[in-house]
């Protein structure tokens, strides 16, 4: 068997939550191999809305199991606040949510730590969700980190109190920020209770023994492709791969175990916090996207930098991804328009290109934008690709031949039920 995967191809807020939903029940198993919660997954059904930000997006399928994977880093106080909603909806996931022992742990003083070398930067700050992950994936680098599975040795306290130590030396060199460590540390040890709870795994070798039993699959990111941290837009980039590289190294799973790439993109584009952001609307058309898009973050409520599709960009995120097919979401968000652009080309170096530039952040590029005409009608009725109106189907079918990957699945709205298998 292989692993499929599911991943943004931009900055993030693709939309993904709603897609491993809807495709969970032809898994087995729905992994998260990277990041931390500073992802927000939302997922609408029933009437009611669900934000996930470690637990995997296959949570409300029963029976269907949900790893989270060594390439996670997981905050215990986060994760047993994201449980309590769970247990509030009547999800039962106790037995079905697994937690591989190689996941680094995010404690209090990484969060302090994020938050006043942040502030440290002032102007020159990269937009941090302050959850404390670079800190812990510095710390893993640094190979002094604290893993899921050390809270099971009798040491645990001791190996705790050596980072706290090392961390609270680095917070002299950091300007003063407001963090009550003796509260937030009592609230952190007591959610440990929590994490033991439920079942660890030697991860790596769940997974390879779950394939060796013809079991399916889902391997889940979290961002987007533009924040890897070796080819997003360095150094406004996440602290982990977000590519499908990515999958091998956060699950412990060879190369040729990869099957499909399922490649998220929006119909436009979005961005949080500071960065390149080449086809950026920073007027009425991006005012207007934002509105009719609710683009602001499921977790952390800050509005959302909005533009048109960057078709260069896709291009890049497609290569790295080996993406086997997209999917499209919030195309219902373009209704309103009755001219849409897309960004098919930029001028930088004195011509026109296709590719990225090395550095997107120091290289001045100017977009090249195709227009299309706007269909200006609701897409609430249409169930199958040739419901859709001719200008959608347009637009579509034109940035499939540009991209080279077959659009598989469209995403006319954020229920479950909203979404057109091709």
Not at 332 to 344: H, P, Q
Request: aromatic share 10%.
């Amino acid at each position: 068997m292989k692993i499929d995967v599911i991943l943004g191809l931009q900055w993030g807020d693709e939309g993904k939550g709603k897609i491993v939903d809807f495709l969970a029940n032809d898994y087995d198993i729905v992994a998260r191999f990277q990041g931390g919660p500073n992802a927000g997954h939302t997922l609408k059904f029933g009437g009611n809305k669900y934000v996930l930000h470690t637990v995997p997006s296959g949570i409300f399928r029963a029976d269907l199991v949900n790893l989270i994977g060594n390439g996670v880093v997981l905050d215990p106080l986060v994760f047993q606040r994201e449980l309590r909603s769970l247990e509030q909806s009547n999800v039962r996931f106790h037995s079905r949510l697994l937690i591989a022992r190689k996941a680094h742990l995010i404690l209090p003083t990484h969060r302090w730590l994020d938050a006043a070398s942040e502030a440290h930067k002032g102007v020159a700050k990269i937009g941090s969700t302050l959850k404390g992950i670079g800190p812990t994936y510095m710390d893993k680098t640094g190979r002094n980190g604290l893993r899921a599975g050390d809270i099971e040795s009798p040491n645990f306290r001791e190996h705790y109190e050596m980072l706290k130590t090392k961390h609270l030396e680095l917070l002299k060199i950091y300007p003063k920020v407001p963090f009550d460590l003796e509260k937030e540390e009592e609230a952190w040890f007591e959610s440990l209770n929590t994490l033991r709870a439920l079942p660890f795994v030697d991860g790596e070798y769940y997974i390879n023994e779950a394939l060796a039993a013809g079991k399916k699959i889902l391997a889940e990111g979290a961002q987007g492709s533009m924040l890897d941290i070796d080819y997003g837009t360095y150094p406004f980039v996440t602290s982990s791969n977000t590519i499908t590289a990515g999958v091998c190294t956060g699950l412990g799973v060879a190369p040729q175990h990869i099957g499909r790439v399922i490649g998220i993109t929006k119909a436009y584009c979005t961005r949080v916090g500071g960065g390149p952001f080449p086809t950026e609307q920073d007027n009425e058309i991006g005012e207007m996207l934002r509105q009719e898009g609710q683009e602001f973050g499921s977790t952390t409520g800050r509005a959302r930098r909005c533009g048109w599709i960057d078709l260069p960009q896709l291009r890049y995120t497609i290569l790295l991804n080996g993406v086997t097919e997209l999917c499209m979401t919030k195309i219902d968000v373009l209704n309103i328009f009755s001219e849409i652009k897309a960004a098919t080309h930029y001028r930088y170096a004195g011509k026109e290109q296709q590719n990225l530039p090395f550095d997107l952040c120091q290289t001045a590029v100017e977009p090249l934008f195709k227009t299309y005409k706007g269909w200006n009608a609701t897409l609430e009725s249409a169930a199958t690709f040739e419901s859709l109106p001719a200008e959608t189907r347009a637009y579509l079918n034109d940035l499939e031949r540009y991209l080279g990957v077959p659009i598989k699945m469209i995403s006319t709205g954020p229920e479950r039920e909203k979404l057109i298998v091709r």
